[in-house]
């Protein structure tokens, strides 16, 4: 089996950005439980100011959903844009991931409204495929 | 020769990212002719809500030529930004692809107006390139 | 050595991304040493419309330095954006890359700003590593 340690740095970096394409469209669709899936059953997430992280997969759906609940009334599409990843390999095999997040939102017949952020992330390589360990945004 | 079904993933993903900046480029140069090269001879676009699909070649220019004329007088300069790709090999060989694009309009002296749209696309190699064989654009 | 004239063309834009990616954050991060030492010794900068290109690391640390004076008491965090990126060898080795490049500006408890620019940039590789030969800006 390959994994993300035996990877040119080339492919590690598209592999990334394969694996933020697939989990964001998910993010933006609200398919809380897709997205959980795409961390690791350990995972931590920490996504707002103020308000402690989640962690395992089942506390991460938990806390969408509580977050989502906000919304539930609001015709409000976000997309999750994220570029500018800047990848590295850790030690331990992990990969140590910073990128720019741009979170747009868009509400019927108004302007996009958008939100920068960074995200600092931990992936980790299980069976071939990517998880996120941690999640970490940072708001400019 | 390879065709996209022989590339891995990542390769395919890189290829795609690469067709569409090419591709954009040429919309926003106002490249109408060129824009259309990048779809197949029999292709489909669709690309604004209540206007019905233009079919071939011949008929993406005419199409567009027609859309682009009420920009005749706009000193307005258009950005597509793709991203956020995900690609997915179909059975046929075909390379289907869901990937966010944001239209940045630009106008002297004005703040940029955004558009957040997602092309679904269905892309096909022949003879080593890639073609746009189907473009639908859905709007947020 | 492997050289960008080896590099096959897929492999080559996503060691373009990984190096925008890089380069960007440091100049995000105002780490403008950093930024300077992604050019090679040298490279010539034209960033602003009316302001003359700055030449080699040393001129471009000092026009950055005095360019930055005037964000000193300004609490603005600065994204550079940069996709859809078309990449093309040259005769003489060197990587021709013309990307779109979208400056994100945020301000405590405010819109983002956004500037849309086109980057003109000639890349070489010394070492195995990617340098800025030369960057031409231009604003739509």
Not at 45 to 67: K, M, N, V, Y
Request: glycine letters at 4%; proline letters at 5%.
């Amino acid at each position: 089996m390959t994994t993300a340690a035996m990877l040119d740095p080339d492919t590690l970096h598209t592999r990334v950005q394969r694996f933020y394409a697939a989990q964001m469209q998910r993010l933006d669709e609200r398919d809380i439980e897709g997205y959980a899936e795409t961390f690791t059953d350990a995972a931590e997430f920490s996504h707002t100011p103020g308000r402690p992280p989640s962690r395992t997969r089942a506390g991460i759906i938990e806390d969408l959903r509580d977050f989502h609940h906000r919304f539930t009334d609001d015709p409000m599409q976000r997309r999750h844009w994220v570029n500018m990843i800047d990848v590295a390999l850790a030690e331990d095999g992990s990969i140590v991931s910073t990128a720019y997040c741009l979170v747009v939102k868009v509400r019927p017949k108004q302007e996009p409204v958008f939100v920068s952020t960074v995200i600092h992330d931990v992936l980790v390589e299980i069976a071939g495929k990517l998880f996120t360990r941690s999640r970490h945004v940072s708001y400019d």
